[in-house]
T-cell receptor, first 115, second 112 residues
Framework: DSGVTQTPKHLITATGQRVTLRCSPR?????VYWYQQSLDQGLQFLIQ???????AKGNILERFSAQQFPDLHSELNLSSLELGDSALYFC??????????????FGPGTRLTVL | QKEVEQDPGPLSVPEGAIVSLNCTYS??????FMWYRQYSRKGPELLMY????GNKEDGRFTAQVDKSSKYISLFIRDSQPSDSATYLC????????????FGPGTRLSVLP
């Protein structure tokens, strides 16, 4: 158990809908990273938040957005869903401060199926 | 050319064998290198975290980094069926605050 929690575990929805994925980082970790993993694309970095502020952006679509709240949990919002958005979505957290190593610890993921 | 290349496998070995998993990369700025193990439909689990060139050992696992060749390896000694998983390499130019670039993963099967 990495200490990172994600809800829900599974999500089934229809095209055009909007969903919200939730992540709680390990205690003490300031950074949250979101990744998408599909069969043909591997693990793709979407976005990083550090202590409430957006820090880095990867291959995140405009239909997707995220935020990190004062308690450091994060939400990833996916809207106007398409079939191709079906994937595993992982959250990872890291301390990212001081002399700590920047290891990222992953949550169990949310499996999104768009029908 | 992808930034990080990894043989997707599958790689099948008998129990007790030494396994060698490899990644090559093109970005000479990468300095931090990681190996993750991912069981089917689970989150990646960090195995090794190394900086720059050299070796790092942790139990049955040894990570090697050769920055001059842009080549990293993970060796698993005395492999066990429980090692059957997908192994992902990841790398970054900085210690933190920078998104990691992941390889596509190698599927390993250790046969009893």
């Amino acid at each position: 158990d990495s200490g990172v929690t994600q809800t829900p575990k599974h999500l089934i929805t229809a095209t055009g809908q909007r969903v919200t994925l939730r992540c709680s980082p390990r205690s003490g970790d300031l950074s949250v990273y979101w990744y998408q993993q599909s069969l043909d694309q591997g693990l793709q970095f979407l976005i990083q938040y550090y202590n409430g502020e957006e820090r880095a952006k990867g291959n995140i679509l405009e239909r997707f957005s995220a935020q990190q709240f004062p308690d450091l949990h994060s939400e990833l919002n996916l809207s106007s869903l398409e079939l191709g958005d079906s994937a595993l979505y992982f959250c990872a957290s890291s301390v990212d401060s001081g002399r700590a190593q920047g290891e990222q610890f992953f949550g169990p993921g949310t499996r999104l199926t768009v029908l | 050319q992808k930034e990080v290349e990894q043989d997707p496998g599958p790689l099948s070995v008998p129990e007790g064998a030494i396994v060698s998993l490899n990644c090559t990369y093109s970005n000479s700025a990468f300095q931090y290198f990681m190996w993750y193990r991912q069981y089917s439909r689970k989150g990646p689990e960090l195995l090794m975290y190394t900086y720059s060139s050299g070796n790092k050992e942790d139990g049955r696992f040894t990570a090697q980094v050769d920055k001059s060749s842009k080549y990293i390896s993970l060796f698993i000694r005395d492999s066990q069926p429980s090692d059957s998983a997908t192994y992902l390499c990841a790398m970054s130019p900085r210690n933190y605050g920078q998104n990691f670039v992941f390889g596509p993963g190698t599927r390993l099967s250790v046969l009893p």
